[in-house]
């Protein structure tokens, strides 16, 4: 029996990592809250560690947003997830924790990297600027995570999801760009309305990953850990496809079956010009996704639908 904590189980990754947790009989699992441990308080970690016997952590807690949410706050954003990340990868080595997985971002990478992006791009060009502070602070954890794994022989490793989606996102004007994106065009047809405006040019591309997924890696991955040392200690996770912001526009359209002409704001920042992973190490250890973006979108329409919308 592997005792689990999850750092950051209420977010929108954290709760479906959970949920597939609950359903594991080889894992107890711990979720400690933010009501009960500061996680940007490392005192506060170190006597979660004294009171349960962890072999494993998963952290996925940080402060998140969309593009303007990241500009607006770049500071905070910096610094928020320096705290908690640098706070629970070293009480988990202080701990002796001989297990962690840590929840990066493909933000990581240099805003003109090739495409698509590998594990070794890392740190080989400047980042996107609109996301700066984010990716510095996720920059800095997957550092310490390979520092760790090479120097001191550690079975630590750094995920590198690609945009995620799914259930418990976040539908509020700081928002991602999918919850956005459906609000908007939903609201649209609500009202009756011929044509539709985007924010940007359109033309950015974005690979989507639905949360669930992201959730079978991550407990794909705890697994392979258990079993023995992971290869790699960074491993990037995605679906390996693709589309512009406005393809994205038009399917949440048309599966609303709404005909809409879809016009684009250019005064407005696109981000990077493209963000496609490179999936081939996670492959190579025996996962893919599983959920479509078709299969995605209709879920979230309907989750909006259900709820949020009203």
């Not at 200690?233 to 879809?262: C, K, P, W």
């Amino acid at each position: 029996m592997h005792n689990i904590a999850v750092f950051g189980a209420s977010g929108l990754v954290g709760s479906a990592i959970a949920n597939i947790l609950n359903t594991e009989k080889n894992f107890r699992s711990y979720y400690p809250t933010h009501n009960s441990y500061d996680l940007t308080k490392r005192q506060d970690i170190d006597i979660f560690f004294s009171t349960e016997k962890i072999d494993t952590v998963i952290m996925c807690a940080g402060k998140v947003g969309g593009i303007f949410a990241n500009m607006n706050d770049p500071y905070g954003f910096l610094l928020e997830n320096v705290q908690m990340t640098v706070n629970v990868i070293e009480s988990s080595r202080r701990n002796k924790i001989p297990n962690l997985i840590y929840l990066s971002s493909s933000c990581v990478y240099p805003r003109n990297n090739r495409q698509p992006m590998c594990e070794t791009d890392l740190l080989t060009g400047s980042f996107e600027p609109t996301n700066e502070g984010y990716a510095l602070a996720k920059t800095v954890g997957v550092k310490m995570v390979e520092y760790l794994y090479t120097k001191q022989n550690m079975n630590y490793v750094s995920l590198l999801p690609c945009n995620i989606y799914g259930p418990n996102d976040n539908w509020t004007e700081s928002g991602h760009v999918m919850t956005a994106l459906i609000k908007n065009i939903h609201s649209s047809m609500q009202k009756g309305e011929k044509s539709i405006t985007i924010r940007g040019t359109g033309n950015a591309r974005r690979e989507f990953l639905h949360s669930y997924d992201l959730a079978d890696a991550v407990v794909h991955i705890l697994k392979k850990m258990h079993e023995d040392r992971l290869p790699y200690h960074t491993i990037n996770v995605g679906s390996g496809s693709d589309y512009s912001i406005s393809q994205y526009a038009r399917m949440i359209a048309d599966h609303l079956e709404y005909n809409v002409s879809i016009n684009t704001d250019s005064s407005y920042p696109d981000g990077m010009p493209q963000k496609l992973l490179d999936v081939s190490r996670i492959h190579e250890l025996g996962w893919n996704h599983n959920i479509s973006i078709g299969e995605g979108i209709d879920e979230m329409i309907m989750e909006y639908e259900n709820g949020i919308s009203k």
